[in-house]
């Protein structure tokens, strides 16, 4: 599947930005973000469910990032609220077609078979 990442931007520390991913087909593959800041590896920010019922979410954006996907739309989106500094980086979607027990996106992690967008920037200035 053809993952196409938007929304980045810049925003002020404590401000919100919502990103978007748009899958070239209509599935219900478990679908993710991640994240990469500059010398750092990539992290896992949070990921959802083929239904869309079930969510996973790294510590460090609980409660502040809110996973979503409209079935419909081929979409899934990323709201970030009370952004941080620290969460500046290069944010890529990500997709697997395995059930969401199988996943590695559903455990933090990503495998041989994620497919990926191609990233989109979030930069937050303090």
């Known amino acids: 599947v053809q993952l196409q990442a938007s929304g980045g931007g810049l925003v002020q520390a404590g401000g919100s930005l919502r990103l978007s991913c748009a899958a070239s087909?209509?599935?219900?593959?478990?679908m993710g973000w991640f994240r990469q800041a500059p010398g750092k590896e990539r992290e896992f920010v949070a990921a959802?469910?083929?239904?869309?019922?079930?969510?996973n979410y790294a510590d460090s954006v609980k409660g502040r990032f809110t996973i979503s996907r409209d079935i419909r739309k081929n979409t899934v989106y990323l709201q970030m609220t009370v952004l941080k500094s620290e969460d500046t980086a290069v944010y890529y979607c990500?997709?697997?077609?395995?059930?969401?027990?199988?996943?590695?996106?559903?455990?933090?992690?990503?495998?041989?078979?994620?497919?990926w967008g191609q990233g989109t920037q979030v930069t937050v200035s303090s």
């Open positions: 990500a997709a697997d077609s395995s059930s969401w027990v199988r996943s590695p996106l559903s455990k933090g992690t990503y495998g041989t078979g994620t497919d």
């Open positions: 087909t209509r599935s219900h593959y478990v």
């Open positions: 959802i469910s083929g239904t869309g019922h079930i969510t």
